[in-house]
């Protein structure tokens, strides 16, 4: 005859009830006042309920809720509670336009280039920010991160800068903007300005990328080549500035 664990069949009873509270109508009715507040803080925008996100794995986590905006129809936004506080990746796109234009003040006019296009697909969404319209200027000084790619077209090959001067622009930066950044600086011939920022790895010249996890410590500067001109190499590692 087999025999039964307890421990198991416990955790298994624990593991289905905890599931089947949090489809009842209560939870969804908790889990609807959340969206309420979403929209009490961003009364701009409407929000409705769009289920739960499906995880390949785990399966569809009930704890989330998966939110419509009315502005940002083609978003995926989340909401949740964690240690009884209310958090959501919204906020990132709230202040969009105000990350951008911090991106634009501290990169704009840092590299040689004939013009310059910065794209930013991710903020640290995954940690959440509080459900409150906290404004821009506290997003960028709390939660704002500096991880983006930077385009540099070029009309003239000489804008190219080389190893060392590309090193000194990134510690210049670092010297006068002093935060954490994950940079990837693609040099790209200005004859592709129409088409290289929809398939970037088929136009650019050179990449630089600047690696930081820390505030004062370069973990790597890399450049790579896309015609294999001169071998891929790093610049710096581990440099404390």
Request: charged fraction near 25%; charge should be negative.
């Amino acid at each position: 005859m087999k025999k039964f664990n307890a421990a198991s069949v416990i955790a298994s009873a624990l593991a289905a009830l905890l599931l089947l509270s949090s489809c009842t109508p209560i939870g969804k009715m908790q889990q609807n006042g959340w969206i309420k507040k979403l929209g009490e803080e961003f009364p701009e925008d409407t929000f409705t309920y769009d289920g739960h996100p499906e995880h390949q794995l785990t399966g569809t986590d009930y704890s989330t809720v998966k939110v419509a905006s009315e502005l940002y129809p083609d978003c995926f936004i989340e909401i949740w509670k964690e240690n009884g506080e209310l958090y959501t990746d919204y906020l990132a796109l709230a202040y969009e336009e105000d990350i951008y234009d911090e991106l634009y003040r501290v990169l704009g006019g840092r590299f040689p280039c004939s013009d310059i296009v910065i794209d930013q697909s991710s903020q640290d969404s995954y940690k959440g920010y509080p459900v409150e319209d906290i404004g821009a200027k506290k997003f960028i000084k709390n939660y704002m991160n500096y991880r983006c790619r930077v385009i540099l077209f070029y009309d003239d090959e000489s804008l190219i800068p080389g190893d060392e001067e590309m090193k000194e622009l990134f510690l210049d930066l670092i010297d006068d903007e002093n935060h954490i950044y994950d940079l990837n600086i693609f040099y790209v011939d200005a004859g592709y300005a129409d088409v290289a920022a929809d398939d970037i790895y088929k136009y650019y010249s050179v990449r630089f990328q600047l690696v930081m996890y820390e505030k004062n410590h370069i973990t790597n500067i890399y450049v790579d080549y896309h015609d294999n001109s001169t071998e891929d190499h790093y610049i710096v590692k581990d440099m404390d500035v």
